[in-house]
């Protein structure tokens, strides 16, 4: 029997609660490996396609999961060819299961996107520069210089669009990012979407960094737009490099119990 | 039977937009199959060409702003440059290839450009 993979728990108890797993019938239940399991249910067939519900599915048993333990989240659609294969993983992985858990131990992820109005920055941008324009290349009519001479004003916005979104991203970071453990900002993945950032944040802390949203908004930068989500589990914070040096020899009698 | 996360925006449509825009101007992968293998090993191929080149103009940019370059040496990038794009621009229209198109997901290491 195949098994449907939801997380990777810092618990080798049973789940007591009930929780509905993608197929019907099918409840969720915990694989132990040493003290930590791996949270699967049931699947006789492969899951046809990415629906809505089905990945609410995968969400809502997650998210149940995280009321109860630290949870190492799982790619939607990860299918294990059966028992042994899960605890050969495991054992792969332990070292590296093992330090996460521990990294994102009470702790949540909450995202952070900002548009910012791209167009009247650069409009900005060229009415400053050709105020303060000065000739680098003088084109004397060559047809090479007169294309030089094109590409460094691009060259030039360009930059200094950069730098203005470097500038305003780190204003941004300043109100959220004294809340968080870790953060993975990504700059400019559209000219229009200034920030698509993932914090990782301590459960306690997750109502100012709510409230920095609030504060944020406040601050009034014409033209942004904010988009809040969370708190999710820490999908972008989970970081496998497979150790070497799999388990201790006290572990490993362990896993032999287990199995 | 809701998920507890929640997704907060005043402007939800512009949100989608951007980042529907985001995830289709980066392919997760080189598209190579029979039908197409050409195409593919070309979109490859000038992606990495494309890189190249632009790193050549940048680097390029950047001694024109430091003024380290003479007259001569400006003249002859110029060209240098010129004939670079015009060369890529006839190569994309050959493979039916997009500007957009010319990029790759590194997956964890971001985009190639």
């Given at each position: 029997m195949k098994l449907y993979l939801y997380g990777i728990i810092d618990s080798s108890d049973q789940i007591k609660e009930s929780i509905y797993?993608?197929?019907?019938?099918?409840?969720?239940?915990?694989?132990?490996?040493?003290?930590?399991?791996?949270?699967?249910?049931?699947?006789?067939?492969?899951?046809?396609?990415?629906?809505?519900?089905?990945?609410?599915?995968?969400?809502?048993?997650?998210?149940?999961?995280m009321?109860?333990?630290?949870?190492?989240?799982?790619?939607?659609?990860?299918?294990?060819?059966?028992?042994?294969?899960?605890?050969?993983?495991?054992?792969?992985?332990?070292?590296?299961?093992?330090?996460?858990?521990?990294?994102?131990?009470?702790?949540?992820e909450f995202g952070i996107k900002v548009i910012w109005p791209a167009d009247k920055v650069k409009a900005n941008i060229i009415k400053v520069l050709k105020k303060d324009e000065q000739k680098t290349i003088e084109s004397d009519?060559?047809?090479?210089?007169?294309?030089?001479?094109?590409?460094?004003?691009?060259y030039k916005i360009s930059k200094e669009f950069e730098a203005k979104a470097d500038k305003f991203i780190k204003i941004i970071d300043i109100f959220f990012g004294k809340f968080a453990a870790e953060k993975k900002l990504e700059k400019l993945k559209t000219e229009n979407l200034l920030l698509d950032a993932v914090y990782l944040v301590e459960k306690d802390k997750q109502k100012d960094f709510k409230e920095a949203l609030e504060h944020i908004k406040n601050a009034n930068y014409p033209g942004f737009?904010?988009?809040f989500s969370g708190p999710w589990p820490a999908y972008n914070f989970v970081v496998l490099s497979k150790k070497p040096g799999l388990l201790t020899d006290s572990e490993q009698n362990l896993f032999s119990l287990t199995k | 039977m809701i998920a507890n996360g929640i997704v907060e925006t005043e402007s939800p449509e512009e949100f989608i937009e951007e980042i529907?825009?985001?995830?289709?101007?980066?392919?997760?992968?080189?598209?190579?199959?029979?039908?197409?293998v050409e195409k593919g090993l070309a979109k490859l191929v000038l992606t990495l060409i494309e890189l190249i080149r632009k790193l050549l103009e940048k680097q390029a940019m950047r001694r024109v702003e430091a003024g380290s370059l003479s007259d001569e040496?400006?003249?002859?990038?110029?060209e240098t440059l010129m004939k670079l794009e015009s060369k890529m621009e006839e190569?994309?229209?050959?493979?039916?290839?997009?500007?957009?198109?010319?990029?790759?997901?590194?997956?964890?290491?971001?985009?190639?450009?």
């Open positions: 797993g993608l197929e019907e019938g099918s409840n969720v239940y915990n694989i132990p490996f040493c003290d930590i399991g791996a949270v699967v249910s049931e699947i006789s067939q492969p899951i046809q396609g990415v629906t809505k519900g089905a990945v609410l599915v995968h969400e809502i048993v997650v998210e149940k999961l009321e109860q333990f630290t949870v190492l989240p799982v790619r939607f659609q990860t299918i294990i060819n059966g028992r042994d294969s899960l605890l050969s993983m495991m054992q792969s992985y332990y070292k590296d299961f093992k330090d996460n858990l521990a990294r994102l131990h009470n702790k949540l009519n060559s047809p090479n210089k007169r294309f030089i001479e094109e590409k460094f004003e691009e737009k904010y988009l | 529907e825009r985001a995830q289709n101007a980066l392919p997760k992968k080189i598209d190579a199959n029979p039908k197409n040496q400006i003249e002859n990038v110029g190569l994309k229209q050959i493979f039916g290839l997009k500007d957009e198109e010319l990029n790759l997901n590194l997956g964890p290491l971001g985009d190639l450009m």
